[in-house]
């Protein structure tokens, strides 16, 4: 049984008679307070009733200076009991008669004392006959007498009404006690006996129940909810036997865990992956397995993330130690009112091979083995930067091999191919360590020396005896199919950083360098000298030009058509070109790269945002566009990317415009993944909330890691023109597009081919499931006059020659 203090009525009746006290006793005093003011007005009138009863008598007394008159009126006043004190004197204040008795001692004459502050403490009533002062009649007041009567009543009062709290509150704690807390402690009573029994099957049932009140209803409720929870955990128990077949039927490895890490169940597929009976596994802790298990962290994991699954990647150990790369998701989960980790295994070492194949694919030829040109240009761009850093010279070797392609042509590609494998052998032959050759495709090899010499002249010396050695060993016969062949080579060779070219353009320098050599009979090398000047001044031309581009409306927007299977238009894809009248119409591959070594790029950027989508509002709104258009691609720069507020300048672009979000897709490029994954996916997930698609431009020339695909909010992904261009000589390069395509069907990802220039091309894309294309062959990019043209008369592509040719741009 509870303590009488603790109990409801015991409470209730408490703050019951607390409030029913305050409340009398605030009455009270208010009545009080009202009968002390009646009482006031009383009193003063008593005291000059009192004295006006004697005013005549007293008068005659001061008049005819009659002393023995005046003593008889001062004793009638002393009957009145209400004075203490009184004098009367004559008009010149010479004392006729005088009564003086001591103040009467009451019970409450502190009250009385308390009282008389606010009322006059004497009286002093002017005696006057025809018109003259003839006396004076001063009386003190005895207010113990006075307010006696006031006293009493107030004092009745109050204890009347405390005596009435009281018995309301034995009554109401009497029957608070027998209507509610009695029949309270009987139902907890009943609920503790419940509570006690091991059972919990069968129904219950309590008197209470047949109740009308409020006592009824909690039984009954508690009647209805013991029912609800037998049968919650009838569901559970189904649950739990549900979720324990599901673990030990699943083909992956499951393990269930405390949050130490102690394993507490596991099933076949975890015995099979890690190689230990089910005992052993019941005994170990995760830690033994992934050493990567921290056990505060999932504590605090537990705290925060209850029902949210993590993924990520780790090793695992097996029994006999090696270690298995698998793929974890992770969760943690209530179980028999515990929280647990729960974790779905799965072994990628496939995967992670699969993986490597492709990036082998993308960044080395698959015949000789050699690195091709993504590759290369990654070491040639590494190496540019160590050059000027150190003060190195360094050189790269473009290496064609001449008649190939009537060897080719007369034995047969088979023939060909092993040619190509033994010229690439003894290509590496005559590398020093350091140095690496590359296959660029058919019959071109480049060979990247990165460290010559401090000296232009040594350098030189030391690139011309490799290339005299290389045209001695290529010269020598080969044996192909039991036949001997004999080829030759020609080499362009150029050296740097003699200026600021990178390494696109030191490419395109060894490439015409090589040209000049077969231009001068073939099997010989040339190096590239006097154009590189030329090309500086002209840098330094284009870099003050673009300074100004913006500001004298130089730029230009042109628009390339992106179209489904059909022909049909399915989107545009948004490209600056940059008309100087100084320096003529320059391509974006050679200005783009200097606005980002200047900065420009992010005024650049932001003009060309804002005016594509102006451009798409114009179209949506006045010209049309088909309805299978889709979207309207912008490239962005990694450097326009990078910036802080990008996000906030992409949103106030699309205030600005009031362009539809969902119509506009962002292409980045794929190494820009790699620089800060969680930066970069968190300003696309922003920019996706507002509708906005991503797209990776160039797919295939970087080197990411496939698996941050499927944690970007990707909608697309465009294979390089440079795999497009080679698909038709070069099998890796099918193979490469192939294996995207195949790749992005089970990420649900679109493709879209560029750079698709022939039919056959096209052709080749639709048989391996590519069908989405953007190239000459359909268009070429269109200034937006003649593409409101061409959408007037037909938004299906290829265009006619004839009509084609007038809607190619003319700069103003």
Same mark, same amino acid.
């Given at each position: ?468 050695? #290389? ?128 900065? #420009? ?212």
């Amino acid at each position: 049984m509870l303590a009488l203090r603790k109990r409801l009525s015991y409470k209730q009746t408490k703050w019951a008679l607390l409030l029913l006290l305050i409340m009398a006793v605030s009455v009270s005093m208010y009545h009080i307070y009202s009968d002390w003011q009646e009482e006031k007005n009383n009193i003063h009138e008593r005291v000059i009733g009192t004295l006006e009863m004697v005013q005549n008598a007293a008068t005659e007394s001061a008049y005819t200076l009659d002393n023995n008159l005046a003593g008889k009126v001062l004793a009638g006043l002393a009957r009145s009991n209400i004075f203490y004190r009184m004098h009367l004197s004559d008009d010149l204040g010479n004392q006729m008669a005088l009564y003086l008795r001591p103040l009467t001692e009451k019970r409450f004459s502190w009250i009385s004392n308390y009282l008389s502050t606010e009322l006059s403490p004497n009286y002093q009533l002017d005696l006057i006959r025809e018109n003259s002062i003839v006396g004076h009649l001063k009386v003190e007041v005895d207010y113990a007498v006075v307010t006696e009567t006031f006293i009493n009543r107030s004092i009745r009062l109050v204890s009347t009404t405390l005596f009435a709290i009281l018995v309301v509150g034995a009554a109401m704690l009497t029957l608070i006690y027998i209507q509610t807390s009695r029949p309270i402690s009987q139902f907890i009573e009943r609920l503790s006996l419940l509570a006690k029994s091991k059972s919990t099957q069968g129904g219950v049932y309590f008197p209470e129940s047949a109740r009308d009140d409020e006592l009824g209803v909690l039984a009954q409720t508690f009647t209805a909810l013991w029912h609800q929870r037998q049968n919650i955990q009838v569901e559970l128990e189904k649950r739990e036997a549900y979720f324990r077949a599901v673990i030990h039927q699943s083909r992956e490895c499951m393990l269930l865990t405390t949050q130490d890490g102690q394993i507490l169940d596991c099933n076949n597929a975890a015995r099979e992956l890690l190689g230990y009976s089910e005992s052993d596994l019941l005994s170990m802790n995760l830690k033994a397995i992934d050493d990567t298990f921290d056990r505060a962290e999932l504590i605090e994991w537990a705290k925060n993330s209850l029902g949210e699954v993590s993924t990520f990647e780790t090793h695992y150990r097996r029994q006999d130690s090696t270690r298995v790369p698998v793929e974890v998701c992770a969760s943690i989960i209530n179980l028999d009112e515990m929280p647990r980790y729960l974790v779905s295994v799965r072994d990628i070492t496939q995967r992670i091979k699969d993986q490597e194949q492709v990036k082998y694919l993308a960044y080395y030829d698959a015949l000789t083995n050699l690195p091709n040109r993504r590759l290369l240009h990654d070491r040639l761009e590494n190496a540019i930067e160590v050059c000027r850093e150190h003060g190195h010279i360094g050189g790269v070797l473009f290496i064609d091999l001449d008649r190939f392609k009537t060897i080719n042509d007369s034995m047969g590609h088979h023939a060909g191919d092993q040619l190509l494998v033994e010229v690439s052998k003894r290509i590496t032959s005559l590398l020093a360590q350091g140095d690496s050759a590359s296959r660029l495709g058919g019959d071109e090899f480049v060979l990247l020396l990165p460290d010559l010499s401090n000296h232009l002249e040594e350098a030189q010396t030391e690139v011309s005896h490799l290339a005299e050695r #290389l045209l001695e060993t290529l010269s020598q016969a080969f044996i192909i199919q039991d036949v001997e062949l004999y080829v030759s080579a020609s080499i362009g060779i150029s050296l740097f950083p003699l200026d600021q070219s990178d390494g696109m353009r030191i490419l395109q320098q060894a490439d015409t360098a090589m040209y000049r050599a077969k231009e001068n009979g073939r099997s010989g090398f040339h190096f590239y000298r006097n154009e590189m000047q030329q090309y500086a001044t002209d840098r330094l031309k284009m870099e003050k030009a673009l300074h100004h581009a913006l500001e004298r409306n130089e730029l230009r927007l042109v628009y390339q058509p992106q179209v489904n299977s059909k022909g049909e238009l399915i989107g545009l894809e948004a490209l600056v070109r940059w008309f100087s009248p100084e320096l003529g119409m320059i391509p974006p591959n050679r200005f783009i790269p200097i606005a980002e070594e200047t900065g #420009l790029i992010v005024p650049l950027g932001e003009w060309v945002l804002t005016e594509a989508c102006q451009q798409l509002r114009a179209w949506q709104q006045v010209t049309g566009l088909p309805e299978t258009f889709k979207c309207l691609a912008i490239n962005i720069s990694p450097y326009q990317f990078s910036r802080e507020d990008f996000v906030d300048q992409v949103l106030k672009v699309f205030e600005q415009t009031q362009v539809d979000p969902s119509y506009i897709d962002l292409e980045i490029t794929e190494n820009m993944l790699v620089e800060n994954i969680k930066s970069v996916a968190a300003k696309m997930q922003r920019l996706r909330q507002h509708g906005v698609h991503f797209s990776i431009d160039d797919f295939g020339t970087g080197y990411s890691s496939l698996r941050y695909l499927k944690y970007l909010p990707l909608s697309q992904l465009k294979i390089d023109q440079s795999f497009v261009r080679d698909i038709s000589d070069d099998p890796n390069s099918y193979e490469i597009i192939h294996t995207i395509i195949s790749m992005a069907k089970h990420m649900k990802l679109s493709v879209i081919a560029e750079g698709v220039e022939t039919l056959f091309e096209k052709e080749v894309l639709t048989s391996i499931g590519c069908t989405r294309y953007q190239g000459y062959h359909f268009s070429k990019p269109l200034e937006k006059q003649a593409l409101n043209l061409q959408l007037l008369q037909s938004s299906h592509f290829p265009l006619e020659e004839a009509h084609t040719a007038s809607l190619e741009y003319q700069p103003e």
